[in-house]
T-cell receptor, first 113, second 115 residues
Framework: RKEVEQDPGPFNVPEGATVAFNCTYS??????FFWYRQDCRKEPKLLMS???SGNEDGRFTAQLNRASQYISLLIRDSKLSDSATYLC??????????????FGSGTQLTVLP | SAVISQKPSRDICQRGTSLTIQCQVD?????MFWYRQQPGQSLTLIATANQGSEATYESGFVIDKFPISRPNLTFSTLTVSNMSPEDSSIYLC????????????FGPGTRLTVL
């Protein structure tokens, strides 16, 4: 079983639509949770951290359910510029001083005009 | 967030040769990492670059193949040694954000093609 699992998509949605991505993680000791976005041929960029209480940043809402080991990302009023691959990322304890990031394989989103 | 640059941005290399990738950060950072992203796949951590000591490698990655240097708090290099076509990948360095727990920021990546 993969440590971080995502639906690979692709999700093709019209502009203005609401789209939701889901992610599950296997390590119950995971500490921090993130969504990154990666545009084609670019590096991953932090979209938002995910907190247990849920958090919102403009059109983006992230939720974390520790009991179910489940993370979600909701994008409202999709824009063409939201087209990208969305990576679910969790941190786990490592033998070093910093926790490691484990990346999901990503969910591809295309917003259509 | 820190500004991270990598050189080269891309390269095409012959099998059996080695390539050294540089990562420069505009501020001092405690933790730097090297990742690989193979075509169509997500990121895999190669190693943590430790300043002043040997890098910490993940399972499946060894120092002889991927020697890493970290001479100071703003610079690191990753060498891909004795390359084969299977090493064709994007190599990314990242830094740990000192202000946010576990948050990492990534350099633009080095796209390597091995013929």
């Amino acid at each position: 079983r993969k440590e971080v699992e995502q639906d690979p998509g692709p999700f093709n949605v019209p502009e203005g639509a609401t789209v939701a991505f889901n992610c599950t993680y296997s390590n119950s000791a995971s500490q921090s949770f993130f969504w990154y976005r990666q545009d084609c041929r670019k590096e991953p960029k932090l979209l938002m951290s995910v907190y247990s209480s849920g958090n919102e940043d403009g059109r983006f809402t992230a939720q974390l359910n520790r009991a179910s080991q489940y993370i979600s990302l909701l994008i409202r009023d999709s824009k063409l510029s939201d087209s990208a691959t969305y990576l679910c990322v969790v941190s786990v304890a490592s033998s070093g001083s910093a926790r490691q990031l484990t990346f999901g394989s990503g969910t591809q989103l295309t917003v259509l005009p | 967030s820190a500004v991270i640059s990598q050189k080269p941005s891309r390269d095409i290399c012959q099998r059996g040769t080695s390539l050294t990738i540089q990562c420069q950060v505009d501020s001092q950072v405690t933790m730097m990492f090297w990742y690989r992203q193979q075509p169509g796949q997500s990121l895999t951590l190669i190693a943590t670059a430790n300043q002043g000591s040997e890098a910490t490698y993940e399972s499946g990655f060894v120092i002889d193949k991927f020697p890493i240097s970290r001479p100071n708090l703003t610079f690191s290099t990753l060498t891909v040694s004795n390359m084969s076509p299977e090493d064709s990948s994007i190599y990314l360095c990242s830094v740990l954000d000192p202000t946010g727990p576990d948050t990492q920021y990534f350099g633009p990546g080095t796209r390597l093609t091995v013929l």
